[in-house]
């Protein structure tokens, strides 16, 4: 058994580092790939930038938010609405901690998505 750890330690000394270099390596290729198709399209790759996301912070923080708040609310309901159900059954209901987080998390995302409606519709009637 011992043999079979050491041979794992020593295939994953060699194999992480030549991970490693390969996704730089890919990353950098690509990147520089990137540039020379620009230049041949005559853009000029200094003067690029890409296209930020005002609403990306916002998104994530509704939905940890409600991802949060369907994690508390699936330990309320488990510790004091089901709370006779597991004691006779080890499992608990680890379903309704997968359903709460999936709910609120999307319902995060959704008021995410009425918010930036809400602000490109403002903003897209002053220009007219």
Same mark, same amino acid.
């Given at each position: ?18 991970? /490693? ?14 540039? /020379? ?92």
């Amino acid at each position: 058994m011992d043999d079979h750890v050491r041979e794992l330690g020593v295939m994953v000394a060699i194999l992480v580092p030549i991970a /490693m270099f390969a996704m730089i390596f890919g990353i950098v290729y690509l990147a520089k790939r990137e540039r /020379m198709a620009m230049i041949e399209r005559g853009m000029d790759p200094r003067r690029y930038k890409p296209q930020s996301a005002p609403f990306q912070n916002l998104k994530w923080g509704l939905l940890f938010i409600g991802a949060g708040v369907g994690l508390f609310l699936a330990y309320l309901l488990d510790h004091t609405l089901f709370s006779k159900i597991s004691e006779r059954d080890d499992s608990g209901n680890v379903a309704i901690y997968f359903a709460l987080i999936a709910i609120f998390g999307g319902l995060g995302l959704f008021l995410s998505y009425l918010i930036e409606k809400k602000h490109n519709d403002k903003e897209g009637g002053k220009g007219e």
